[in-house]
């Protein structure tokens, strides 16, 4: 960039000024800020000075600025002269400063990976911002940092939205103004304006991938593609950018089902879609999930897994990581996310689960669907339909319980053991009738298991060893039905796979 005025960061100002303006940082003077504190990630490089001088001139007056910086505790020394430096800074702008540092009581970790250092810096930063709720968070990420991490997504299998690299915007409060500048202008500029700030020798060290990329690939690519050579990724993440925020179809008429927890979508309209517009869908539908809370995959988990969709397998599981799983069956998707809360959830059905003068008790399972105890008379009639969804199984609760005979609801987990029939010396696992009746782990998921002790006895439309049970002599009999929000094509599918 050619720079004629005498003032060598007019040019920033004039390019940040309109990022601001876009993303309504920037208002009249008679309309309140979007945010009333501007947070400044600064390690004291010059990248994020430069971001701190720029926005020193254009923050409002009813805008008050607080410099972040974090202690990685990679180098003692060094870490603190960085920390002292920001500290000055701060004080020479007349801004306030907010300090972290790594919870490790080990001051120096100069081997610690890249991937390890974001999370410990972005945790403070997130930590930053929900106590401060009114806050917007501006990051000093440039044009070569943009670059260097849309050549390292080309290899990671990611899907169209890797290809903007970095955004300039995320989740609403975290903005970077600089990624229409590269590296070398920005200290061009700080020179030219006598501004100091440091260099982390970090940033010439070949272990971490970034340098890596930046000092090798790039430096190749570059020389086989003059004169721009690396530097037209930058207007393709520009136009990734753009393309990937345009839907083409809306998800909730995509989507067949979706609540907290549970998606489900069909494969054949996803596929019908341009790769673009996909990565916009399940973006959407993520983004929807972490308002209720959840945590939330990573995107690119998700894609792999939907391509491998495979008609003469109908039913594929996949797990995503963060808590959630895809099962692709017969055209459709479901991603679930497993509650950790509720892996404990018990219901004890003891004789008093019926308080007197009442028959029915219903209970709404954490995971969905209804689960019915009836106490009403009933006559036993032999039913060859009885381990269907939402049929009844009969149990005698006996008058007294103790430890081992205790009857009681609870979920599936991989150790689980069946309440040995008849004919069993030894009982199976409940993993193993998954293997024998193809089951989607969204089923697996939320239905209810009936236990004595530690032994299945119930789970419906999959196992039924009540009439195994021991003769109580005295107690009471309740009849159970579980009724689920599945279609009926799923029923049928559960009754004969």
Not at 41 to 55: F, N, T, W
Not at 99 to 124: C, I, K, M, N, Y
Not at 169 to 176: A, D, H
Not at 389 to 397: D, E, K, L, N, Q
Request: glycine residues 8%; neutral net charge; contains cysteine.
């Amino acid at each position: 960039m050619i720079n004629l005025s005498p003032d060598p960061l007019a040019p920033f100002e004039t390019g940040i000024r309109d990022f601001l303006l876009r993303h309504s940082l920037l208002t009249g003077n008679d309309s309140p800020p979007r945010f009333t504190e501007w947070a400044v990630a600064v390690s004291g490089g010059g990248d994020s000075v430069l971001l701190c001088q720029i926005l020193s001139r254009l923050a409002p007056q009813s805008v008050r600025t607080t410099l972040l910086h974090f202690n990685h505790h990679t180098d003692r020394d060094r870490n603190a002269e960085d920390l002292s430096f920001v500290r000055s800074l701060a004080e020479r702008m007349g801004f306030r400063f907010h300090s972290g540092e790594s919870s490790s009581s080990d001051l120096s970790r100069p081997e610690l990976s890249e991937t390890v250092l974001r999370q410990e810096r972005h945790a403070f930063f997130d930590g930053f911002l929900l106590a401060h709720p009114h806050a917007a968070l501006f990051l000093g990420h440039q044009l070569d940092d943009r670059i260097e991490t849309i050549l390292a997504n080309l290899f990671r299998g990611g899907g169209p939205r890797s290809l903007i690299g970095i955004a300039p915007e995320s989740r609403g409060r975290i903005f970077r103004p600089l990624l229409a500048f590269d590296r070398q202008e920005i200290r061009l500029a700080l020179e030219g304006a006598g501004i100091p700030y440091r260099e982390d020798p970090a940033n010439t060290d070949p272990k971490h991938l970034r340098n890596r990329i930046r000092l090798t690939l790039r430096k190749e690519i570059d020389r086989f593609f003059p004169p721009e050579g690396t530097r037209h990724l930058g207007h393709l993440a520009s136009l990734m950018e753009r393309e990937t925020s345009l839907p083409t179809i809306s998800p909730p008429l995509l989507c067949e089902d979706e609540y907290p927890g549970h998606i489900r979508f069909s494969l054949f309209l996803y596929h019908s879609m341009r790769p673009s517009a996909q990565g916009f869908f399940l973006r959407s539908l993520l983004n929807r999930q972490s308002l209720h809370g959840l945590p939330i995959p990573h995107e690119r988990n998700l894609l792999r897994s939907l391509e491998q969709s495979d008609p003469e397998k109908p039913l594929r599981n996949f797990p995503l990581g963060k808590g959630w799983v895809l099962s692709l069956v017969f055209g459709r998707a479901d991603l679930v996310y497993k509650y950790p809360e509720t892996e404990k959830w018990r219901y004890d059905l003891s004789p008093s689960i019926l308080p007197e003068g009442s028959t029915t008790l219903t209970i709404f399972p954490p995971r969905g669907g209804v689960l019915i105890v009836d106490r009403k008379p009933v006559e036993r009639v032999p039913d060859p339909h009885r381990t269907r969804p939402g049929a009844r199984t009969f149990v005698s609760i006996p008058a007294v319980t103790d430890t081992g005979s205790s009857l009681f609801f609870r979920y599936w987990d991989s150790g689980q053991r069946v309440f040995p029939g008849e004919d069993d010396n030894a009982p199976p696992t409940v993993s193993a009738l998954w293997k024998d009746r193809p089951m989607t782990t969204y089923r697996k998921f939320i239905l209810p298991v009936l236990c004595r002790g530690s032994l299945a006895i119930w789970i419906p439309g999959i196992l039924d060893r009540t009439g195994c049970l021991p003769e109580t002599g005295s107690g009471t009999e309740v009849a159970l039905t579980y009724q689920s929000r599945e279609r009926s094509e799923w029923k049928k599918f559960l009754e004969d796979p």
